[in-house]
């Protein structure tokens, strides 16, 4: 019997992940280390979605922000819309001039620009954390001392 209609497809699981798509997300929260020569190892959990580069920037707080190139573009036409011209204009160059493309290497790893780990004042040990559409770069301490804060002022946690 013949089966009318789309193809099947075949899936497997040594087959390389598809390009991003918005059902993806960074989730977690790991430890990793910076080496002499700026580069950070990308948690293995994050390294499919990165397959195709991303952006690193400034993120808010001081760390660094990274998305894939879909998911900076998004965030981009997101953060851009209602602005008025001069809100536009300071937004765009405080993010775009410090913002960097980045390519991870065979073992996974991404090269953070020596302005960058300034700004975010990151020292050799960082915590990389997924927060849903993207993830951030802390300094280990700064991290742990955000969490800190965010304990003591309780609130509600929404489930």
């Given at each position: 019997?013949?089966?009318?209609?789309?193809?099947?497809?075949?899936?497997?699981?040594?087959?390389?992940?598809?390009p991003v798509t918005g059902s993806d997300m960074f989730l977690g929260e790991y430890e990793h280390s910076i080496d002499a020569k700026g580069r950070?190892?990308?948690?293995?959990?994050?390294?499919?979605?990165?397959?195709?580069?991303?952006?690193?920037?400034?993120?808010?707080?001081?760390?660094?922000?990274?998305?894939?190139?879909?998911?900076?573009?998004?965030?981009?036409?997101?953060?851009?819309?209602?602005?008025?011209?001069?809100?536009?204009?300071?937004?765009?160059?405080?993010?775009?001039?410090?913002?960097?493309?980045?390519?991870?290497?065979?073992?996974?790893?991404?090269?953070?620009?020596a302005k960058l780990r300034a700004y975010a004042e990151l020292g050799p040990e960082v915590t990389v954390a997924g927060v849903r559409d993207h993830?951030?770069?802390?300094?280990?301490?700064?991290?742990?001392?955000?969490?800190?804060?965010?304990?003591?002022?309780?609130?509600?946690?929404?489930?």
């Amino acid at each position: 019997m013949l089966r009318k209609g789309p193809p099947l497809q075949l899936v497997s699981s040594r087959l390389k992940k598809v390009p991003v798509t918005g059902s993806d997300m960074f989730l977690g929260e790991y430890e990793h280390s910076i080496d002499a020569k700026g580069r950070l190892a990308i948690p293995a959990k994050f390294r499919a979605q990165m397959d195709r580069g991303g952006v690193i920037s400034k993120g808010m707080g001081v760390c660094l922000s990274v998305y894939t190139m879909q998911g900076w573009e998004e965030k981009s036409a997101e953060l851009a819309s209602g602005k008025s011209s001069d809100e536009l204009r300071d937004f765009e160059r405080r993010i775009y001039p410090s913002a960097s493309e980045i390519e991870l290497d065979g073992q996974g790893r991404m090269i953070i620009p020596a302005k960058l780990r300034a700004y975010a004042e990151l020292g050799p040990e960082v915590t990389v954390a997924g927060v849903r559409d993207h993830f951030e770069i802390w300094d280990h301490g700064t991290w742990q001392a955000y969490q800190e804060k965010l304990e003591a002022e309780g609130g509600t946690i929404p489930f």
